[in-house]
Nanobody, 115 residues
Framework: QVQLVESGGGSVQAGGSLRLSCAAS????????MSWFRQTPGKEREFVAL????????AYTDSVKGRFTISRDNAKNTVYLQMNSLKSEDTGVYYC???WGSGYWGQGTQVTVSS
């Protein structure tokens, strides 16, 4: 079955960095577009970043452009989100999503940025 396991979340001060990882299994990762979303209490889950199967195309929500970088390693079935210059508004639960079929989600990893 499809499994997506996020890791790398934690607590950091504003201006700091974190690198999230999402290990995938149960589907053909190397041909699947992958994405990251985040959610804060009381708000809908929002798109953060996306990368196509070959890493040739990426997309970001405006609020993270220039600070976050999405990447993938198809040999390791893993997608990453490097987050730099973190702000308090980046706080939330971060989810990776396989953009395939109806979409598959991981369980999420908490990121807390204190000012």
């Amino acid at each position: 079955q499809v499994q997506l396991v996020e890791s790398g979340g934690g607590s950091v001060q504003a201006g700091g960095s974190l690198r999230l990882s999402c290990a995938a299994s149960g589907f053909t990762f190397r041909t699947t577009t992958m994405s990251w979303f985040r959610q804060t209490p009381g708000k809908e889950r929002e798109f953060v970043a996306l990368i196509n199967w070959s890493s040739a195309a990426t997309a970001y929500t405006d609020s993270v452009k220039g600070r976050f970088t999405i990447s993938r390693d198809n040999a390791k079935n893993t997608v990453y989100l490097q987050m730099n210059s973190l702000k308090s508004e980046d706080t939330g639960v971060y989810y990776c999503k396989a953009v395939w079929g109806s979409g598959y989600w991981g369980q999420g990893t908490q990121v807390t940025v204190s000012s």
